[in-house]
């Protein structure tokens, strides 16, 4: 043992010589090589929503282990990659790690922990350029800067080990390691924690994609009575010891939500591209907030409360701007203003008139480095106008109307674009002037444009008329001149949005859309398919046998051709029903096929896949790179390497 100590004592005193070889008295080893050790150092839990480091750094390993061509869509690859090592989806195994509490409707982390205005970061810090490293004690000592600053740290460890540092926030702390006494190696650590906020509609929230998809079983099945002038049976059950359709067992197996009201998931678009910010800057932490709900507009929704798109018994409390500004103020409490006539435009947005938002005082307010919003496809009907191309003029769903939402033909549509651009205005003077985002930084404002849902390759086509993805339910067939004419509409929304993202200085990003194009809506086989995932048929079971698959065996984030989910692959994902109870009591319905529509509709069909939103991300991540690197003139680049990344893990 004594011996062990002594070599080590050695070991360690011929380092501190071979470092300072520049002494006279060190030349005098002529057999001494000068090293230069150096502190590598990056965050431990850059994404700070998840509570767990270890789910962090299950996305940042698969980050690094990318390749050069996967590099150049990160996000995409890594969902693809994921997506086959989880069977379920990875969200599955991060729900319930988060920091959100959907009781209360609030981010808050398990333990106290101040979410949205750290006090410290905990940091991985390693000595690199020491030989012989594991039988060398280093000395890791830590000043931390600033004013009433905390006191430093000091950890003896084997040199080849990394070691675990908690850093000041913002002001950040020197760190130093001895050897022997003597300063081997020093550096300056401060942690770069951006604060970025997402709001918006279904496209924003990841409706269609639920943390925990349904699952189902594999040798039972459903019925769901007479409907639509024929018997529906044969239909894929879920899992569990329920007895009814809607009873409470029933019940038990719904999806999962990271927010259940709003349809929001950890596949959105907005958390994916922050999240994919978080990994590539071993320096950087991201606090992020999101707010999207399905459903939402700019007036209920961004400006007035809006409740969601599932009925829960804790609803959202706050509009998305509210809420944004409450978060805004951390543990400091906003306060309510009423919003000036300017809102609404001189009465052309009515429904703006003597609104009230909660507003952070700039004093207590966290800067935003980056909104994302998602809005504006519900402003003009957008949802109405698919409902008006899947179901003909003689469908007893669009007769009843109504849960569908109205039902609209295009002409009538593109009447509230001129809506939509006031609408815009009132929002950019929301943003500018209760989130507290300086006019001449208006480019950290993203608005991300709707991808094309029915598209063929060409990008000139769109899918034709039939069935292909909606045999679900017998009123849904696709109708290509109403296709074609919603496709018009929806190329003037994002020429609006263009104009109305350089009108307000928005950055607007639309890269995605070229990747949408022959993955959309009818992408995939509807007769002999090659992959159950490239399937476009739902499975049901005739004369006791599933066919064309059982649906035991579907995966919803298996990665596939469409990045748009269909009728069919709604009712197989989110598979929404109500409890019995609610149709009886509220919605006055006995009818199981009431059921059947609900989980072909409100689960999330004609909105992007996981791989979809993984797409949106990386469109999103490019243009926040830019954005970001022109505030911060100590990056020398919109985009570390990939090499510089990965040599620092």
């Known amino acids: 043992m004594g011996d062990g100590m002594l070599r080590m004592g050695a070991r360690a005193g011929l380092l501190v010589l071979s470092i300072f070889a520049g002494s006279a008295h060190a030349q005098t080893f002529e057999t001494t090589t000068v090293i230069h050790p150096e502190i590598e150092w990056r965050v431990q839990n850059p994404f700070r929503f998840f509570v767990d480091p270890t789910d962090t750094e299950m996305h940042r390993n698969t980050f690094l282990s990318l390749s050069d061509e996967e590099h150049d869509e990160p996000v995409l690859s890594a969902e693809r990659e994921l997506s086959r090592q989880h069977q379920d989806g990875w969200a599955s195994i991060i729900l319930g790690r988060t920091c959100w509490d959907n009781k209360r409707n609030l981010h ?10 750290p006090k410290s970061h905990t940091i991985i810090a390693e000595l690199k350029g020491i030989p012989d490293a594991a039988f060398v004690n280093c000395e890791w000592l830590t000043a931390p800067k600033g004013r009433n600053a905390p006191r430093g740290q000091a950890l003896l460890r084997p040199c080849n080990e990394p070691v675990e540092l908690e850093i000041p926030y913002p002001d950040g702390a020197r760190i130093t390691v001895e050897i022997g006494g003597r300063e081997v190696a020093a550096t300056d650590a401060r942690v770069k924690d951006l604060f970025i906020v997402g709001m918006g509609d279904s496209f924003a929230s990841g409706e269609g994609n639920p943390d925990l998809p349904v699952r189902f079983s594999r040798e039972r099945s459903v019925n769901y009575g007479v409907g639509f002038g024929t018997d529906l049976v044969g239909y894929p059950a879920r899992i569990g010891q329920w007895r009814e359709i809607g009873d409470e067992r029933f019940v038990q197996e719904n999806a999962r939500w990271l927010d259940q009201a709003c349809h929001r998931s950890l596949y959105s678009h907005q958390l994916r591209a922050a999240l994919q910010l978080s990994l590539e800057d071993p320096h950087r932490a991201v606090t992020f907030v999101g707010f999207a709900c399905s459903g939402a507009e700019i007036t209920s929704g961004l400006f007035l409360r809006y409740k969601g798109n599932e009925w829960v018994p804790n609803p959202p409390r706050l509009s998305q701007i509210s809420a944004a500004a409450e978060a805004q103020c951390g543990r ?8 000036p006539e300017a809102y609404h435009m001189n009465g052309r947005v009515p429904e703006l008139r003597g609104l009230e938002l909660l507003k952070c005082d700039e004093e207590y307010a966290r800067k935003i480095d980056l909104l994302m919003v998602s809005i504006g496809g519900n402003d003009v009907g957008f949802s109405r106008l698919v409902a008006n191309a899947v179901l003909h003029d003689k469908s007893m769903l669009k007769w009843l109307g109504g849960w569908l939402g109205q039902i609209e033909e295009a002409a009538a549509a593109k009447d509230h674009l001129g809506t939509l651009w006031m609408r815009y205005a009132a929002l950019a003077r929301a943003l500018r002037n ?4 300086p006019p001449d930084e208006s480019d950290r404002i993203i608005l991300t444009a709707y991808p094309g849902l029915a598209l063929l390759d060409d990008g000139a086509a769109v899918c034709p008329s039939g069935r292909a993805g909606m045999d679900v339910v017998k009123d849904f067939r696709l109708d290509e001149r109403k296709v074609r004419e919603g496709h018009v509409l929806a190329e003037q929304l994002n ?12 950055s607007f990003v639309e890269s995605h859309r070229k990747k949408f194009l022959g993955r959309g809506i009818c992408a995939g086989w509807s007769d002999v398919a090659f992959s159950m995932a490239d399937d476009l048929r739902l499975p049901r079971k005739i004369n006791g046998v599933w066919q064309p698959y059982n649906p035991a065996d579907y995966r919803p984030y298996a990665s596939r051709q469409r990045w748009f989910r269909t009728p069919n692959d709604a009712f197989m994902t989110g598979n929404f029903h109500v409890p019995a ?17 609900l989980a072909s509709t409100y689960s999330g069909s004609f909105h992007p896949t996981a ?7 990386d469109a999103v991540v490019e243009k926040a790179r830019a954005v970001l690197a022109k505030y911060d003139p100590d990056r020398r680049d919109p985009l570390m390497s990939f090499e510089d990344v990965r040599l620092n893990p």
């Open 332 to 339: 400091n409490r906003p306060r309510r203003v009423q919003v």
């Open 581 to 597: 109870t609610l149709m009886q009591k509220v919605l006055q319905m006995h009818t199981s096929w009431f059921q059947l529509v």
């Open 434 to 437: 209760i989130l507290h985002i």
């Open 495 to 506: 020429e609006l949005m263009r104009k109305a993202a350089r009108e307000h200085g928005w």
């Open 108 to 117: 808050i982390c398990p333990g106290g922990v101040d979410y949205i205005n």
């Open 611 to 617: 791989e979809g939103h993984a797409a949106m991300a």
